[in-house]
């Protein structure tokens, strides 16, 4: 045989079950790995299966296995080797011990079937003849033809081992199948045609009789056979979408449902369903095709039978069966939903829908003891949609008769009350509904109501709002504020009866009942809800509610766990009511002492609150009043910071952060809300220009003295957080278009960014760099190089730019010039002797935002959009020069070359304008730069690209040239 006897390689394959030492193990795997795979490898597998040993014999077919995966199937050895597996495995069929070998023989079988089914047409016939008749099969046995009668008949002399084998081949062989498709679709449709032909006959009429023996077969036998026929099912669904083959499975379907329900056995009923299942989500025109099938379906589903069936299983609490149960009903429903909307209009079918109603308002609670109605939650949707999107559809089905569809309408809006009330029910929160799974049940519900409130109108709202008012139990009225909060927050401009019911809801006294209650969710809700109804703000109705609603907010940031959603829903408020809000600036005065002096208070609930009082203070439009408030409260916080700063605790620093933060949404909020000239009369205008002009208080400078007094302080000077801050609170006025108490003129911006450069830390810079970016990108008509070369000089000049961070930075405020007005860099004048070398240095960079921002400048000089006549002159000068031509393209080249994949856009973008701008003069440092690093293939890059004239099509010549000198392959054009 080989070097080794049988025994040698039997004692191996044991010593793998019996060997702990991992190296050993893998010393044994890979001896005999080398056995399999030798010229002896058919001879091991055959003879390991002679052997006693349970791991022997599965050795040997797995050695089957092998080497049929290596073989050709032209040779002969691959026949001989399946008369052997057949004798094997008609030897072992009664070995229950070695159920695991007999289905590693038929899966060895199975795949001899894949790769020469057009030699083999009929496996099923030929592995029943041959386990039927358990004698040594001959050559003559392959394509022995067994007609389907014959084979049905054969069945009834057959033992359950007989039986069990062909039943587990069939489940293998169309499993096998679907498994190689997604590996190879060489052949796939020409396999699906041959089982259509040949297999299907064959498997169709001993499957048709194991379902109707399925009663008298025993549970695990006919467990085995539903499952096959599951297989099947979704082999043809597979077959069908790939091939023009098409099963004509009504007779199979009819024993099914016959089968179904004629169990005693209702596990065996179960798995019966779960092949409905799998019928209807997969080939439902199959169902849909055949009326009378669908009609006894419906009959089995929702009539004595389901009901029994249902009982059943709620006796044994299954929720994983009642749930499968639910999943067909609704498979089935959802056949012909226009049909179902249809049917509501006859008498006849309200059983069904009262079946359905009960089923969905299935006891316990969901996702902690059911799952049916979260599955009934699509199946409602799908059926509102249809009375509301699909509606001409159900009226055809009607055949247009007004009384019927008027008595549909009538039905709907009742069927959808009830399912909303059976949903209101199951969404109260309990202590062991408070999951994320059950918080995603709520909004799957919620999601229902606003699907649903078309066809029941505004009562589905009015309902929610009677539960709040009657205040039945706390968990009742969360349940209700929870939906009306959802529904409320799509209403934009509301009705006149959505604003009464709203209104009655605090008249009602909602807030001192939630204030008495003490619940933690009630009061979330509750606060959720009043953000919700900015609608209800905005109307007189609203308005006179505001002072108890901001009262039971104010009370809720000080004592509740809802601090954080509270100071959002505060900010909502006085976004929408800030006019409103005006007479009750005393009420937010007494809450922004407490939340300036007290540092527990978390910063982004601080900052949220000055926001809300800054936006309301910006609302009144009386600059002498802004300016009064203002002065008292940055006072307020001034006084804060200095005492912070005097007796400094590094424990402090958020606090001190938070603080800056606070300022900054004081600024935010005390912008103009929209164009100036919309926002005021020319006349308030006016006024507010002169007064914020001559800032007789001085609220600029205390503004800046703040930023100054944290900028400055040795503790927090060289803090990022805070120089982000700062450059925040400065930069938040720049876009204003009319003068106001954070619009500082640009002086007294470059001043700060001048001392501040000063005493920052390195982490710091980037700050200073993007408010200088700012200033340039929106006051550029205001500057001139006069205003700028100081800075530059103080930021650049005179520093040696290495991070990668600060070399970004000022790139993007180079390329933020080049854009906006070319001057203020090309008429810097370190402009040739330290911009350029500079910028020319970044193309080399590894860095991808750094070559982004170079790229960008780069782009933008070339361009010039903006540029002058004597802007257009320094840059032509630039590319006539013959030492910085050669720089920059060595340099851009070297880099190019040597990039990552990932970064050659921003090397091609700057080529197009340049072949674009300089196309011949492109050409002319090309071909010296390549030519100079002795490129191969350079002329020819070089014609293709010049044809491109800066192009789209640049790009892919550009990225070929990489590929081609990187040795790489361009597998998109292969």
């Known amino acids: ?42 001879t091991i597998a055959h003879e390991l299966l002679q052997q006693e040993s349970a791991n022997c014999k599965f050795f040997g077919a797995l050695t089957y296995t092998v080497n049929l995966n290596r073989a050709d199937f032209a040779d002969a050895s691959v026949q001989t080797a399946l008369l052997q597996i057949m004798d094997h495995l008609v030897a072992l069929l009664t070995r229950a011990d070695l159920a695991i070998v007999v289905r590693k023989l038929l899966s060895n079988i199975s795949l001899i079937y894949v790769k020469s089914f057009r030699d ?15 004698r040594p099969v001959v ?12 084979l049905r008949e054969t069945l009834s002399t057959a033992s359950a081992a007989q039986i069990a084998t062909l039943v587990l081949f069939c489940r293998i062989l169309v499993e096998d199948v679907i498994k190689n498709e997604r590996t190879s679709t060489d052949y796939s449709s020409e396999i699906h045609l041959a089982i259509h032909a040949n297999v299907f006959p064959a498997a169709e009429p001993f499957l048709r009789a194991m379902l109707a023996a399925l009663h008298s077969t025993g549970v695990v036998l006919a467990t ?48 019966c369903l779960d092949v409905w299942t799998e019928v209807l989500e997969t080939t439902p025109m199959v169902v849909n095709r055949k009326t009378d099938i669908k009609d006894r379906l419906q009959e089995v589903l929702f009539g004595p039978w389901g009901t029994s069936y249902l009982n059943y299983y709620a006796q044994e609490d299954d929720r994983d069966l009642l749930a499968q149960f639910s999943r067909l009903a609704i498979a089935f429903l959802e056949l012909n939903v226009v049909r179902v909307s249809s049917e509501l209009c006859n008498a006849e079918h309200d059983s069904r829908f009262e079946f359905l109603l009960h ?54 809006v009742d069927l959808f009350s009830r399912v909303s009330v059976i949903y209101w029910g199951k969404i109260h929160l309990t202590g062991d509904t408070k999951t994320d799974e059950f918080y995603s049940y709520r909004r799957d519900v919620a999601d229902l109501f606003d699907t649903i409130y078309p066809i029941v109108k505004f009562p589905l709202f009015q309902n929610l709002v009677d539960s709040v008012e009657q205040k039945t139990k706390p968990s009742d009225v969360e349940a209700s504020l929870y939906l009306l909060n959802h529904m409320a927050a799509n209403f934009g401009d509301a009705s006149e009866e959505a604003l009464r019911a709203v209104e009655s809801i605090f008249s009602g006294g909602i807030l001192s009942y939630v204030t008495a209650q003490n619940e933690p969710s009630l009061t979330a809700i509750t606060i959720r809800f009043l953000s919700s109804i900015d609608f209800f703000y905005k109307h007189v109705l609203g308005v006179s509610h505001l002072p108890s609603i901001l009262e039971f907010l104010f009370d809720s940031l000080l004592h509740s766990q809802s601090q954080l959603l509270t100071s959002k829903t505060i900010v909502t408020i006085s976004s929408e009511c800030r006019v409103s809000l005006v007479e009750y600036l005393p009420h937010f005065e007494r809450l922004l002492v407490m939340v300036i002096d007290n540092v527990t208070v978390e910063g982004l609930i601080r900052e949220r ?16 009043t802004q300016g009064q408030v203002l002065d008292k409260l940055l006072s307020l916080i001034s006084n804060k910071a200095g005492v912070l700063i005097s007796h400094f605790d590094p424990l402090m620093a958020d606090y001190a952060v ?41 609220i600029r400078a205390k503004v800046m003295a703040i930023v100054v007094q944290f900028s400055q302080d040795p503790h927090l000077s060289r803090s990022k957080e805070v120089t982000e801050k700062c450059c925040q609170i400065l930069r938040v ?5 009319i003068t106001g108490p954070f619009v500082f003129p640009n002086a007294a911006l470059f001043d700060y960014i001048v001392g501040k450069f000063a005493i920052t830390g390195p982490t710091s810079v980037p700050y200073l760099f993007g408010l200088f970016e700012t200033i340039v990108n929106i006051n550029f008509r205001q500057l001139s190089v006069i205003d700028v070369a100081p800075l530059v000089d103080c930021l650049f000049v005179d520093q040696q730019l290495s991070d990668p961070d600060l070399v970004d930075s000022c790139l993007l405020l180079f390329a933020t010039m080049a854009e906006q007005q070319p001057m203020l860099v090309v008429g810097l004048p370190v402009f040739h002797a330290q911009v350029v070398p500079f910028v020319i240095d970044s193309l080399a960079s590894h860095e991808k935002f750094v070559l982004r921002a170079s790229s960008r400048f780069w782009c933008k000089l070339i361009v010039l959009r903006k540029g002058t006549r004597d802007d257009r002159s320094v840059v032509d000068g630039l590319f006539a020069n013959e030492a910085f031509c050669q720089a920059f393209v060595t340099t851009f080249m070297t880099a190019f070359l040597g990039a990552s994949r990932s970064n050659l856009d921003y090397y091609t973008e700057i080529v197009r304008v340049l072949l674009a701008k300089y196309p011949m003069p492109l050409k002319k440092w090309l071909l010296s730069c390549l030519e100079a690093k002795k490129v191969a293939g350079a002329e020819k890059f070089i014609g293709k690209l010049m044809v491109t004239r800066g192009q789209r099509r640049a790009v892919e010549v550009m990225k070929d040239f990489w590929l081609d000198i990187n040795g790489l392959i361009n597998y998109s054009k292969k």
């Open 1 to 42: 045989m080989s070097y080794l006897s049988i025994q040698q390689v039997a004692r191996l394959v044991e010593s793998l079950y019996t060997i702990r030492d991992p190296e050993q193990v893998s010393v044994v795997q890979k001896e005999l790995q080398a056995l399999q795979r030798s010229e002896y490898g058919w």
């Open 120 to 134: 083999w047409p009929n496996p099923v016939a030929t592995v029943w003849y041959v386990i039927h008749l358990q």
């Open 139 to 150: 050559r003559e046995d392959l394509t022995h033809a067994v007609a389907p009668e014959a």
């Open 224 to 271: 085995d056979s539903l499952e096959c026929l599951h297989a099947w099912i979704q082999y043809i669904c597979v077959a069908e979408t790939e091939s023009i083959a098409r099963f004509d499975i009504y007779g199979l379907l009819l024993d099914l449902l016959t089968a179904t329900v004629s169990q005693s056995d209702h596990d065996v009923s179960a798995k």
């Open 359 to 412: 089923l969905t308002n299935y006891p316990g609670m969901p996702v902690v003891d059911e799952d049916i109605s979260l599955q009934f939650i699509e199946f409602w949707s799908q059926l509102a949609e249809c009375f509301i999107d699909d509606a001409e559809l159900v009226h055809h089905a009607l055949g247009g008769d007004a009384e019927k569809i008027a008595r549909v309408n009538i039905k709907s």
């Open 609 to 624: 609150i000055l926001n809300s009082y800054a936006s309301i203070i910006q609302s009144m439009k009386n600059p002498q």
């Open 658 to 698: 938070s603080l800056l933060s606070s300022v900054y949404e004081v600024g935010k909020g005390m912008l103009v809300p929209d164009e100036a000239e919309d926002f005021y009369t020319p006349q308030e205008q006016a006024s507010v220009v002169e007064y914020w002009t001559a800032d007789p208080l001085g």
């Open 733 to 737: 006025g720049l876009r204003e278009t």
